[in-house]
């Protein structure tokens, strides 16, 4: 069973929004799933990914879309800066 953590589209028309699972790769886009991730939005720019959940499926072989892999990068870079913000305030 190959493992992908891919975009799954929720939203209305024209208005898309995506949860981030995991899920065979055999199973349709918006079909069955193994797990949510996390959540991204584009047209607000919201996006958040549980980043220790990720970790662990690429560990254990999961592989990440492209975007999914550049929303988690993102994630990533925003984590350290955000554990900062409250140090300084």
């Not at 953590?5 to 949860?19: D, M, Q, S, V, Y």
């Not at 995991?22 to 919201?46: L, M, Q, T």
């Not at 970790?55 to 554990?83: C, F, L």
Request: aromatic share 6%.
């Amino acid at each position: 069973m190959s493992v992908k953590i891919r975009l799954r589209r929720t939203g209305k028309i024209n208005a898309a929004c995506h949860r981030i699972v995991v899920a065979d790769s055999r199973s349709p886009r918006d079909g069955r799933f193994i797990e949510i991730i996390g959540y991204y939005d584009p047209r607000h720019n919201d996006e958040k990914v549980d980043l220790e959940r990720a970790d662990y499926w690429v560990s254990k072989g999961a592989q990440p879309s492209e975007t999914v892999s550049a929303i988690i990068k993102r994630a990533r870079n925003a984590a350290p800066a955000a554990a900062a913000a409250p140090a300084e305030a």
